[in-house]
């Protein structure tokens, strides 16, 4: 991570076409990344709930959903932050900004579903089939949503590279962001692991009252 961080402030060229504030690119895609992953190993841990009762895989998917919404959130102000930038306003109601909003939203319903039920297993039921209508929910409004036909988007496109064969700074860029995706993956694990602790000491402790 300090070795990313370094690298997209001084050894990375400008983007194109988005000058120094495209730098937080480096941070917002793998916050968004991140936070698309969590919410899908939440939705696996829901289903193997679903086809084993066992209770740590809920405590597995709360904790992926807890990430997720942290992640998520922090794309979403990274977003908005660059926004203001490139826009000259925080929110601007583009299609892309509207879609992460509204996943804030379901999984913030999420928790409140979830501190709304006492019984640990009609919880955990409750929860796994939430989370995997959720991400269906989520993958449609992120992925799918923004490029139907008719609506519009300030969004930058995706950064490719090989579009400036000549100065070979793209290949700089993607080496950055696959370096900063790699990095956030790992923080992403590494997270995960100790809510799921966290949760299942909790758990245990609701099972010995």
């Known amino acids: 991570m ?12 400008p983007l194109q076409g988005l000058g120094e504030a495209g ?6 895609v793998p916050c968004a990344w991140v936070g698309t992953l969590a919410f899908l190993c939440a939705a696996y841990a829901g289903l193997k709930y679903l086809r084993t009762r066992d209770l740590e895989w809920d405590s597995s998917g709360a904790a992926a959903a807890q990430v ?31 879609a992460i909003l509204m996943v804030l939203l ?3 319903a999420y928790f409140a579903l979830r501190s709304s039920i006492e019984s640990a297993d009609r919880r955990a039921s409750t929860s796994a089939a939430y989370s995997i209508l959720a991400m269906v929910a989520a993958i449609f409004l992120v992925y799918v949503a ?3 036909p008719g609506l519009d988007t300030l969004h930058p496109s995706p ?4 579009n400036d064969p ?44």
Request: hydrophobic letters at 55%.
């Open 2 to 13: 300090a070795g990313v961080i370094a690298a997209a402030f001084l050894w990375s060229p």
């Open 23 to 28: 730098r937080i690119f480096y941070f917002h």
């Open 68 to 98: 997720g919404f942290l992640f998520t959130f922090l794309a979403t102000v990274s977003g908005a932050v660059w926004a203001q930038e490139a826009w000259g306003r925080w929110w601007n109601w583009d299609p892309r900004q509207t």
């Open 106 to 108: 379901i999984y913030g």
């Open 146 to 148: 923004p490029r139907l």
């Open 159 to 162: 950064v490719l590279p090989g």
């Open 166 to 209: 000549d100065r070979g700074i793209e290949s700089r860029i993607l080496m950055v962001l696959l370096a900063a995706l790699a990095g956030f993956t790992g923080l992403f694990a590494w997270m995960w692991r100790i809510q799921v602790r966290v949760d299942r000491l909790f758990l245990r402790r609701e099972q010995n009252r």
